[in-house]
């Protein structure tokens, strides 16, 4: 009963934060006067759910009821904190109601074991061999999805009548079939907008240089060409990157392109054409141009007031709070003027799986289905209140984070390239070859191309 009363306290407290009772706090400092209402802007904030009705669950209440009679089930994850975190903001507060909540309905304890991904991969690997208990769900890294799913340590989705994936709080992408089935899910329980990557700017330096960044991005002109030619000869550095890399695989994944097609159910090599040469034409210029600030902590860098953009993920927002000047945040740009904004991710995002074979429990499907049921439309409403309260600067900011939350963007190649050589060497590693290269993106990928094939297909 306790439980169920925390539940509904926390839930008053979202309630109260997301509809505006009283004044929220901008990262220590009241809203900007000038601040819009959002209703009618991309990506805007609601102050209150659609419905009028109060946070709650109904997705889960919607699921049957079972009673487990005290049965502990084990949540195994590269991060505990994506399930439960004890640091008590606000955040932490809605992923422990969230499991609250799925305890009541079951009367079942939920277990969560951090293991870093290679101890996690190589210990259910082992369990899976020997026939096993290992756990009755797993948390794997986004670029670990791929090794876990092609050597056979994943149980198929579809052999779990609880999971069904036309659900609304799962995201049935194509990234993540392989071989016909689907073995995970990025779904409302493990996807978060933290992982997101995301363009930060410097709030003072923009008004320097009379930019309007949010009415670009409203009006659909924040483009790649854009983007560049605001660094060209203007700022000495003007972007900061983790590293190279991760930009080059940020711009061919924001440009909408896909280097993976899906036909009648076998995955087929995209196509070499003007618009692959084109991403990589402007990515060489990004580094001919002297982009990138030659520091060793290009975020500490941007934080001083040393340039104008920083392109990184959401959950950096926190590091920023100390920065003299103010800072607004801004998806990744698009490839052409009017297409929709697509945000690359993090490989340290989760991907909801079960175990294969003998490692799985009866009771596995259930606990994947209640933990995405009772997260939909709570806990990334948690998220954004408390970016709003303790990072975010001003409400255009927050509407950024909303529509950079919904345009998260998956890619086959990325959740399997980074350990099957095949498909790094014909994808984003020939991409980044090509870019600091001699050789064209194209020859590159028809020597690889076999090789790739053959994997994706076989």
């Known amino acids: 009963m306790m439980k169920k009363t925390a539940v509904i306290f926390l839930l008053v407290l979202l309630l109260c934060i997301n509809s505006g009772c009283g004044f929220i706090r901008w990262n220590g400092r009241m809203p900007q006067e000038e601040s819009t209402d959002s209703s009618s802007e991309p990506g805007s904030v609601p102050s209150e759910p659609a419905d009028g009705a109060p946070l709650g669950y109904p997705y889960l209440d919607e699921l049957p009821d079972a009673d487990l009679e005290g049965v502990t089930l084990a949540l195994t994850a590269h991060h505990k904190a994506d399930f439960d975190d004890d640091s008590g903001d606000l955040f932490s507060a809605a992923l422990s109601a969230r499991t609250a909540a799925v305890q009541d309905k079951y009367h079942v304890g939920v277990a969560v074991v951090e293991k870093d991904a290679a101890s996690l991969y190589y210990d259910l690997q082992n369990s899976v061999a020997k026939g096993e208990y290992y756990s009755d769900l797993v948390a794997v890294p986004l670029s670990w999805y791929g090794r876990f799913a092609a050597d056979g340590l994943l149980s198929p989705l579809a052999d779990w009548p609880e999971v069904a994936l036309d659900k609304p709080y799962y995201v049935n992408t194509d990234a993540l079939i392989f071989q016909g089935g689907q073995y ?36 659909g002109e924040w483009t790649w060409d854009l983007f560049l030619s605001l660094l060209e000869g203007r700022y000495d550095a003007g972007v900061a990157c983790a590293s190279r890399e991760e930009l080059i695989n940020g711009m061919f994944t924001s440009s909408g392109l896909s280097y993976t097609a899906l036909v009648d159910g076998i995955r087929i090599g995209s196509a070499v054409g003007e618009r692959t040469d084109g991403v990589i034409d402007r990515a060489k210029r990004l580094l001919e141009e002297g982009a990138f600030a030659d520091v060793d902590n290009p975020a500490g860098f941007f934080a001083g007031g040393g340039c104008l953009f920083y392109i990184g993920t959401l959950s950096e927002a926190y590091s920023l709070n100390d920065m003299p000047d103010s800072y607004g945040i801004l998806p990744l740009p698009c490839y052409e003027k009017g297409e929709a904004y697509a945000s690359y991710v993090s490989g340290d995002m989760p991907v909801l799986c079960i175990p294969a074979g003998a490692a799985s429990s009866a009771h596995a499907g259930l606990l994947l289905e209640a933990y995405s049921a009772a997260s939909y439309e709570t806990v990334d409403k948690a998220y954004l209140s408390w970016q709003m309260a303790y990072c975010l600067r001003d409400n255009r900011s927050a509407q950024m984070v909303k529509l950079i939350g919904n345009s998260m963007k998956y890619d086959f190649a990325y959740l399997f390239g980074p350990h099957e050589a095949a498909v790094e060497t014909a994808t984003y590693g020939g991409l980044q070859s090509a870019v600091g290269g001699r050789r064209t993106y194209e020859a590159l990928y028809g020597a690889a191309e076999n090789a790739f094939l053959q994997f994706i297909n076989e």
């Open 184 to 219: 995970g899910v990025i779904g409302a329980a493990n996807q978060r907008a933290k992982y997101a990557y995301c363009v930060y700017f410097n709030a003072a330096l923009a008004e320097q240089a009379d930019l309007d960044l949010y009415g670009l991005v409203a009006d």
